[in-house]
């Protein structure tokens, strides 16, 4: 699923995108840097649209923001020109006065008269501007684009604007944007310094230029070039690696969310709950119907449902899970295999259940608006909001789960009853409660990891069944018992599983990964963080 | 009581770990002092222990520990042809764990564990230890439920375990001749045909002890043998490990002294994976250490 | 092996010797009677019992695994399918140039524009060897899988899940069209077995008649097997592994045999089961459709044999019903079958009717 990305300036670093952040709002309708120019031109354009052409000239030279903004609504076909006033529609439909950045209420206007002669000077007249403006990021921004896509025709804007250039990173933008056309340069001096500026910051967008380069006949260029293709590549290649780090990460928390319930009653209980997928499934559902709810009857709280559907879910997958405990488990004690055929059965009865009431088809389930879209890092790397929010949430997940058994005394009854059952009941503990009480635990455990599921793929009655195998693979590799080896298991897997993607395909590399499992438990029977014990009989 | 030499055929196919530490040659051989019963012939292929300088079991310097807990530390053991040992020692002071190591299930860390003096254990696994003739009887009951009496003595059957010839195999004569013998041995004359799960707890230890005594074992490593029991069959029990000593050794791990008392010749006590102290009982029940280790720590 | 007579008591001969009939026998002649007649068996079912039969001989792979051995699979459907997919091969092979392509390449790979035959597909234009890879490939996947599984002693619910891994793996990799196994739709309109039309009624009652007899051998020789020493090491196996290590038995090579055995029957049954029903795709190998096997066994009764094809017959039965009347509440049938019988019928329907009879033996004598 790939969330829509919210268009901000590309930058390369985290921290240089949250001072712009930082810098957007101080940017906004009308800077410090007012050119009464800009004031003049547009009001003479107001009175007489025929002024466009000369209008244009005024607008490319002036460091006023407002001047990009026009010549950008120009180009886009989203300025119109009222009696009194020269007016912008920004995206979301309003019309603003483009002079000052206040709301038109007024008429609408008309478009001006796109002339030839007013294209073409609009063209580099743009680009000017924008590389003169007094707002960093509309510079960075110009400066970024005409590096993708590099033309000779702005160059002397180039060169121009890195010639007064203060800030840094601009400069570097500058520069990238002017290096491939200094590479068609005769001055060899000329070409070395681009391709060093290649070699320290250049896009993969650059290589078919440097090949031929790389190949060419002077040994030192070639030498320069070879290793701009090498920084290059090298980089990308870091940058992908980050990038499969943190999906595996966030695939990791997704598979660690699923199993951990599993963890807590297969792991501590050791009961085989087929169903557990579909506690995933109902947490998930309860999302759906909190969703729904917050739609019809709280539509202004909409953005906070997620909030509410949290103990929701938990509360719906537990309430199930004390049911099957209660029902169906608790005499099945002891002969695993029964368990295991027992819950399957359970599986497919809820899944039916799900079916008849919702249907058999995927239901939507919405993000939030704040759980849409993601920081972009790089053209390639966007780290979306819901991958985020997914590993904060397995993370606080995780931890209450480990405080609830470390801290807690319903924890102590819980390990108690799991280390030495006959003990624990001497020692007055209700073990039937607690066995009932810990499965409805694990249970609410799967239900908000099916919030969070909800969050990140398709909501259907089959929900569970991806996840089944997958949640038995971690909490086996893992080891039987402890959460750390729950941690383990969901993160290994997860990020192994993202880096093998690449080279090998999502279904090769699942399959690889499924294979790599049943050697290493030949290997490790226990599991990576097994309780090892004395020899025990039977 | 004289250790006994069964009639042998060379170990010359003896199975892979079967190894010739000393020429036996050298030792003086001892003339055998009772005429063993014939072993079947499927039986006589097997490697034989060498016995010739008295004894059918040697643990030096064995080590093994789980998780950093020492369960066996530095023990030396060695037991002799056709004796009766009794091994006691307070809880965790790992008889257990030894007789998981005499019988395979657990590699130790470090030491030598010897059959004779020629087949070394560690290089084998639990079931060809079990061919050798070291027989285990675990603390629990361990009884194949779902056959029947007579079935579980003949699946225990010294005899060619491997599956194609188990698939064809055919009781012989003699062999149900041997199973009557055995049954009469226990005390389960009678019941031959009564599903082992339905057997009193008494008797499923019996019958664990007549399906070791099918395997023609050398050596019976026996676990607890009267946990549970009644005093009535405690005595019985007693007895029939006193029948069996000197045709087999017999290893008994044992709490209830009173009946390590009524069996035993000779004592050994573990304590942390060691040897405290080895004597009669006697003497073991003046040993002051051994007082302080089993008072010392109650009181 | 004990002599073939000693298999049966002579009342259990009897009872082998009316099934045999009513299956070799009684269905074909029944099928030939005029469709006016009250008793003919119309020609749809002919397939339907053929079917039968193969997850009956399923079910006896089951059950001598699970119900004796005590190792419960959850990729059964895995040999089954691998045995079928063998099948399948060769029919498509065997119809080369008549596709809807008129290409020597089953029609699947031209859709795919593949421009030759992928190796793995060589041979299999020869129905001895397609027959031969059914039996060889399930039985040498198993062997190695059952190996490495066996030798490092994984055991009880660790085996099932690994199993279940598997059958999802392979699952995976046979919805993927570059597999070269035709993908979400496997492999399907056959023509000619043997150069005999598939759409023939003929055809279908000598496939069906073949699988019966199949499934009558088959039976017969797993009695054998759970009779001889050999099987009550497996049931020993079962009950008290470790004592069965100390009586000096190997349990890695019984269960490596009785697991290599099992698969190869379920392969033998995939490729008996691909002709009569006409197509075979990954769905086979979804895991709950190998959990599905499972339940067939324990509804008709474990380690009995005959419970395993009871159940079979009984589940797959009820299967029918239920699609065609209530489709809806199928899963909830089947559901609710998991539950009962783990709950209240652990020795299945054989068990049950064995209680019956003793409480009306019971009676009789009180």
């Known amino acids: 699923m790939n969330p829509p990305v919210r268009s901000r300036p590309s930058l390369s670093t985290l921290a240089a995108l949250l001072f712009c952040l930082l810098l957007l709002p101080l940017a906004q309708p009308v800077s410090a840097a007012v050119d009464p120019k800009i004031d003049a031109t547009l009001a003479a354009l107001a009175e007489d649209p025929k002024t466009l052409r000369s209008a244009l000239d005024v607008l490319a030279q002036s460091r006023d923001p407002r001047a990009s903004r026009v010549l950008v609504a120009l180009d886009e076909g989203r300025l119109t020109i009222a009696p009194g006033a020269v007016l912008i529609r920004t995206r979301d439909g309003q019309r603003v006065n483009a002079a000052d950045g206040q709301p038109w209420t007024g008429a609408a206007g008309d478009a001006p008269a796109m002339t030839n002669a007013v294209r073409r000077v609009l063209a580099s007249s743009i680009e000017r501007a924008r590389l003169r403006s007094e707002d960093r990021a509309e510079r960075l921004g110009a400066a970024r684009a005409l590096n993708d896509r590099p033309s000779a025709s702005a160059e002397p804007a180039l060169r121009a604007a890195l010639a007064e250039e203060q800030d840094p990173e601009v400069v570097t933008a500058l520069k990238l944007a002017l290096a491939p056309l200094d590479l068609d340069s005769p001055d060899k001096d000329k070409k070395l310094a681009a391709l060093a500026v290649l070699a320290n910051d250049g896009e993969l967008t650059v290589l078919g230029r440097l090949q031929p380069l790389a190949s060419g006949d002077d040994p030192e260029i070639r030498a ?39 963890a807590i009653t297969f792991g501590l209980m050791g009961v085989i709950n087929m169903a557990h997928g579909e506690l995933l499934m109902i947490g998930a559902y309860a999302t759906y119907v909190v969703q729904n709810l917050f739609r019809a009857y709280l539509p202004g709280a909409f953005d906070w449902y997620l909030l509410a559907a949290l103990p929701v879910a938990f509360l719906s997958a537990a309430a199930v899970g004390w049911a099957l405990e209660r029902v169906v488990l608790r005499h099945l004690y002891g002969r695993p295999l029964e368990t295991l055929l027992a819950t399957f059965g359970l599986s497919l009865i809820l899944i039916q259940t799900v079916r008849l009431i919702f249907g058999a088809q995927n239901v939507e389930v919405a993000n939030p608006s704040w759980l849409s879209g993601g920081i972009q890092l790089t053209q390639q790397l966007v780290l979306p909001y819901n991958r985020i929010a997914t590993i904060l949430f397995a993370l606080a997940v995780l931890v209450t789960v480990w405080l609830l058994f470390q801290k807690t005394r319903l924890g102590l009854r819980v390990r108690a009853v799991t280390q030495n059952r006959g003990m624990a009941a001497a020692m007055g503990i209700d073990t039937r409660r607690v066995d009932a009480g810990t499965f409805a635990l694990g249970a609410g455990v799967a239900g908000l990891a099916g919030v969070a599921l909800s969050q990140l793929g398709n909501v259907g009655p089959e929900l569970g069944q991806a996840y089944i195998v997958d949640s038995f693979m971690v909490v086996v590799l893992g080891g039987v018992g402890k959460l750390a080896g729950a941690v383990a298991g969901g993160m290994g897997l997860g990020i192994v599983n993202k880096f093998l993607e690449p080279s090998m395909g999502a279904v090769l590399g699942k399959i690889a990964l499924l294979g790599f499992i049943i050697l290493f438990i030949q290997w490790r029977p226990q599991g990576l963080f097994a309780m090892k014990g004395r020899a025990v009989e039977g | 009581m004289n250790p006994v030499i069964p009639p042998v055929t060379p170990a010359g196919d003896a199975l892979k770990g079967a190894q010739m530490l000393h020429d036996a040659s050298e030792a003086p051989p001892k003339p055998p002092a009772a005429p063993r019963e014939p072993l079947p012939a499927d039986v006589r292929d097997r490697p034989v222990p060498d016995v010739s300088h008295g004894a059918i079991l040697y643990l030096e310097s064995v080590s093994v520990s789980f998780d950093g807990f020492k369960a066996i530390n530095d023990l030396n053991l060695s037991i002799d042809d056709g004796e009766l040992r009794c091994i006691i020692g307070p809880n965790g002071a790992g008889k257990t764990t030894m007789m998981d190591i005499i019988t395979g299930k657990t590699r130790p860390d470090t030491g030598t564990v010897y059959f004779g003096q020629n087949v070394n254990l560690l290089e084998l696994r639990e079931s060809e230890i079990a061919q050798l003739g070291i027989g285990r009887k675990f603390q629990k009951p361990t009884v194949f439920q779902g056959h029947s009496v007579f079935e579980n003595l003949e699946l ?78 405690t005595e019985q029990t007693a007895e029939l490990l006193n029948s069996l000593a000197g045709k087999h050794s017999v290893v008994v791990v044992e709490h209830d002294m009173a009946f390590v008392r009524s069996i035993a010749r000779k004592v050994t006590v573990l304590h942390e994976g060691h040897v405290l102290a080895e004597g009669t009982m006697d003497a073991i029940q003046s040993n002051p250490k051994v007082v302080e280790v089993y008072l010392g720590e109650g009181a | 092996m004990h002599g073939i007579r000693n298999l049966h008591t002579t009342r259990g001969w009897v009872g082998f010797f009316v099934v045999a009939a009513l299956l070799l026998v009684a269905v074909p002649v029944l099928n030939a009677l005029p469709e006016t007649s009250p008793l003919h ?10 079917k039968f039969c193969c997850y009956a001989l399923v079910a006896l792979a089951m059950d001598l695994i699970w119900g004796y051995t005590g190792i419960l699979s959850l990729g059964h459907g895995v040999y089954f399918a691998l045995g079928g997919y063998a099948m399948g091969m060769y029919l498509m092979r065997s119809m080369a140039g008549e596709g809807v392509y008129r290409s020597e390449l089953p029609d699947f790979m031209v859709f795919l524009n593949w421009k030759e035959l992928p190796w793995f597909w060589h041979g299999f234009e020869y129905f001895p060897f397609a027959l031969l890879m059914a039996l060889a490939v399930p039985g040498l996947l198993a062997f190695v899988f059952g190996w490495f599984a066996f030798r490092s002693r994984i055991k009880g619910v660790y085996f099932s899940i690994i199993t279940q891994a598997m059958t999802f793996a392979l699952m995976l990799l046979f919805f993927r069209n570059e597999t070269g196994f035709g993908g979400n739709n496997g492999l399907t309109d056959f023509k000619r077995l043997l150069g005999f039309t598939l759409s023939e009624p003929s055809v279908r009652v000598a496939l069906y008649w073949l699988t019966a007899l199949v499934l009558l051998g088959v039976y017969l020789l797993a009695r054998a097997i759970v009779r001889s020493r050999a099987g009550r090491v497996l049931t020993a196996i079962r009950d008290a592994e470790s004592r069965v290590m100390f009586c000096g038995y190997e349990p890695l090579y019984y269960k490596l045999a009785i697991w290599t055995l099992s698969a190869v029957l379920c392969g033998l049954a995939g490729a008996l089961y691909v002709p009569q029903v006409g197509i075979i795709n990954p769905s086979e190998l979804a895991p709950a459709q190998s959990i599905e096997m499972a339940v067939w066994v324990a509804v008709g009764g474990r380690g009995t044999l005959v419970g395993a094809v009871i159940g079979a017959a009984s589940v797959n039965g009820l299967k029918s019903v239920f699609t065609a009347v209530a489709p809806e509440f199928w899963l909830y049938a089947l559901g609710g079958l998991f539950v009962l019988v783990t709950l209240f019928l652990p020795e299945g329907l054989t068990g049950l009717f064995r209680r019956l009879r003793r409480t009306r033996a019971a009676e009789a004598r009180a």
């Open chain 1, 224 to 262: 320069a070039a070879q290793k701009a293709i090498t920084a290059i590549g090298d980089r990308q290649w870091l940058r992908d690696q980050g990038a499969n780090l943190f999906y595996g990460l966030s695939l990791g928390s997704v598979l660690l969310l699923a199993a951990l319930g599993l």
């Open chain 2, 156 to 233: 225990a059957m010294q005899a060619d375990k491997r599956v194609r010839r188990a698939l064809f195999a055919r009781l012989s004569d003699e062999q149900r001749a041997r199973i009557a013998g055995v049954l009469a041995t226990i005390g389960l004359n009678g019941y031959e045909r009564q599903l082992a799960g339905s057997l009193s707890h008494g008797q499923k230890q019996w019958l664990e002890i007549g399906m070791l005594l099918m395997q023609n074992p050398r050596l019976l490593l026996v676990d607890e043998p009267v946990a549970g029991m009644t005093e009535q069959e």
């Open chain 3, 41 to 50: 068996v119309p020609d749809w079912l002919i397939p339907l019992a053929g």
